[in-house]
Every structure is written in structure tokens, then in C-alpha cells.
T-cell receptor, first 114, second 112 residues
């Protein structure tokens, strides 16, 4: 048990609907990351927070995606107007930073868009 | 652009065998290299982290080495067990020391 929790664990939605995922990091960790993983691939970076500030966003994070980390604690990832290509495992990780910055991952949220 | 490659993509061995998984990266300007284990449908479990100034790290039956100048890392698993069956992922920090860049993984199957 790494201490990072994610909810829900599974989400099935219809194309065009909005979905929101939540991540609770390890309590003392100030850095929080979102990644996306499709079948047979390694995780791909989406975005990164240090405390409440979103410091880095990948080109993968289209305008339909938004992430927040109010008060520097839990984080939410929202996908608007979902598409079938959004189907993936969404992983959250946290770290204490800055060095050695070992990242610890949660169990993921599996999204299926019908 | 940093790229991480893992060879082989899949590996099957009998129980008790020692084995080596390989990871290579194209840009040697990394901060850390992490090895992870992923069971089917699950999240990632951190196995070992090697900082750029280090050459190797050990945890139990696992030993990871890093040759930053040649852009290579190996994960050595001693006396493999069926419970070691999983996908092993290698990842490096990008130049900003924040996001991890992953390989596609090596799927290991250990038979009893």
C-alpha cells in the first residue's frame, strides 16, 4: 500500500459525457502528478502540481482536460465531452521532492468510453 | 526528446533462474531512474530509484545499475519466483526533474 488513493477505480461513460476523477496523495507529499496509460504502453505524463500550483502540462492535455489541486491537498482531473480515445487507465502519483523525488503511484482509475 | 526503450518486450523463464532486464534512454541528462513493477490492471509499485550520481541500488533479490554516459540501466532479478511475474517498467526524469518518461515495459513470466 503506497498511500496514494484514487476514486473511482472504474468508470464507464457514454461518449460526450463529462467525468471527474479524484486523487488523494500521501499526506506529506507536496508534488502530485497525473499520467495516462493505454494497453501495452508505459504511462504518459499529463500534468504536475507543486502544492496548489500547476507547473507543467503535457501536449496530451487537450482543452477538454482540466486538473485542479485546491489547497495543495487532493487533486481532481476532469474530462469534458469524452471521446472513445480517452479510454485508458488514469494514474496519479505523488512525491516529496525535490530530491531524489521518488514517485509513488495510486491504483489508477480505469475509464471506458462507450 | 527523451525516449526510453526496454528490451526484451516479454520474457519467460523457469523458477530459480537469474535474469536481466534492460533499459536504454537517448538523453543522458537525467536526474533519476526508477524501476517499477505493474501487475495486470493495477497501479505501479516503485522497486528501486537510482539517482544520477549513483551507479547501483539493491533491494532484496533486486539489483539495478545505471550507466548514465551510455544511457543504459539493467535490473537484475536473482532466483526468480512465480510471484515475480509482472510487467517491469523503467522511467527517467526529464531535464526539469519532474515528469517521468517511461518505456513500454518488459512482461516477465516465471513458471514453477
Amino acid at each position: 500500500d503506497t498511500g496514494v488513493s484514487q476514486n473511482p477505480r472504474h468508470k464507464i461513460t457514454k461518449r460526450g459525457q463529462n467525468v471527474t476523477f479524484r486523487c488523494d496523495p500521501i499526506s506529506e507529499h507536496n508534488r502530485l502528478y497525473w499520467y495516462r496509460q493505454t494497453l501495452g504502453q508505459g504511462p504518459e505524463f499529463l500534468t504536475y502540481f507543486q502544492n496548489e500550483a500547476q507547473l507543467e502540462k503535457s501536449r496530451l492535455l487537450s482543452d477538454r482536460f482540466s486538473a485542479e489541486r485546491p489547497k495543495g491537498s487532493f487533486s481532481t482531473l476532469e474530462i469534458q465531452r469524452t471521446e472513445q480515445g480517452d479510454s485508458a487507465m488514469y494514474l496519479c502519483a505523488s512525491s516529496l521532492g525535490p530530491s531524489p523525488n521518488e514517485q509513488f503511484f495510486g491504483p489508477g482509475t480505469r475509464l471506458t468510453v462507450l | 526528446k527523451q525516449e526510453v526503450t526496454q528490451i526484451p518486450a516479454a520474457l519467460s523463464v523457469p523458477e530459480g533462474e537469474n535474469l536481466v532486464l534492460n533499459c536504454s534512454f537517448t538523453d543522458s541528462a537525467i536526474y533519476n531512474l526508477q524501476w517499477f513493477r505493474q501487475d495486470p490492471g493495477k497501479g505501479l509499485t516503485s522497486l528501486l530509484l537510482i539517482q544520477s550520481s549513483q551507479r547501483e541500488q539493491t533491494s532484496g533479490r533486486l539489483n539495478a545499475s545505471l550507466d548514465k554516459s551510455s544511457g543504459r540501466s539493467t535490473l537484475y532479478i536473482a532466483a526468480s519466483q512465480p510471484g515475480d511475474s509482472a510487467t517491469y517498467l523503467c522511467a527517467v526524469d526529464n531535464q526539469a526533474g519532474t515528469a517521468l518518461i517511461f518505456g513500454k515495459g518488459t512482461t516477465l513470466s516465471v513458471s514453477s
